[in-house]
T-cell receptor, first 114, second 108 residues
Framework: KAGVTQTPRYLIKTRGQQVTLSCSPI?????VSWYQQTPGQGLQFLFE???????NKGNFPGRFSGRQFSNSRSEMNVSTLELGDSALYLC?????????????FGPGTRLTVL | KNEVEQSPQNLTAQEGEFITINCSYS?????LHWLQQHPGGGIVSLFMLSSGKKKHGRLIATINIQEKHSSLHITASHPRDSAVYICAVFFTGNQFYFGTGTSLTVIP
């Protein structure tokens, strides 16, 4: 069974640009969660999508958004990039709601904002 | 204020030692997860607990809901256990919070 895949793996952008990251969950998994990891703040929860609906959202500004498609694939978008958005962005999939089920993490997308 | 406190931050052990990592949280939770992150970034979910104790190989995780505390134990530690261990708490308000992680190094 294929694992969680994320594309691209590495990305370099400049301030003010926008970026879209993609996550393909394990087949059959309906929940996709997104996380940001930085050396200073550690891991932080961005949002969770389940059956195409955003179920939970962390404490991030509206520049961070996401969506989930009918095949459970998910994208997250960051608009008007800031230097502080440089981070490893991880997605994780689970059979059902992430809080109550084992999560399977993708390898992450490392975003550098110059 | 971090809702989740992990200790110790860093831990060095000799191969074969028994290791304990602790996680404390502040309010009522729905579930607690233990994660392992190896150098290079890959994260693996070790356990998901809402009560009691779970065991998988040399790893044991316990949770005490009344005391708002969980522990991760590694028996007979091995150099391949060297990684960062992260406690993640899913609060009843449907929000995930993470501990700052415990960096474990096991020396042969």
């Amino acid at each position: 069974k294929a694992g969680v895949t994320q594309t691209p793996r590495y990305l370099i952008k400049t301030r003010g640009q926008q970026v879209t990251l993609s996550c393909s969950p394990i087949s059959g998994h309906r929940s996709v969660s997104w996380y940001q990891q930085t050396p200073g703040q550690g891991l932080q929860f961005l949002f969770e999508y389940f059956s195409e609906t955003q179920r939970n959202k962390g404490n991030f500004p509206g520049r961070f958004s996401g969506r989930q498609f009918s095949n459970s694939r998910s994208e997250m978008n960051v608009s008007t990039l800031e230097l502080g958005d440089s981070a490893l962005y991880l997605c994780a999939s689970s059979l059902s709601r992430s809080g109550y089920n084992e999560q399977f993490f993708g390898p992450g997308t490392r975003l550098t904002v110059l | 204020k971090n809702e989740v406190e992990q200790s110790p931050q860093n831990l060095t052990a000799q191969e074969g030692e028994f290791i304990t990592i602790n996680c404390s949280y502040s309010v009522g939770i729905s579930a607690l997860h233990w994660l392992q992150q190896h150098p290079g970034g890959g994260i693996v979910s070790l356990f998901m607990l809402s009560s009691g104790k779970k065991k998988h190989g040399r790893l044991i995780a316990t949770i005490n809901i009344q005391e708002k505390h969980s522990s991760l134990h590694i028996t007979a530690s091995h150099p391949r256990d060297s990684a960062v261990y992260i406690c993640a708490v899913f609060f009843t308000g449907n929000q995930f919070y993470f501990g700052t992680g415990t960096s474990l190094t096991v020396i042969p």
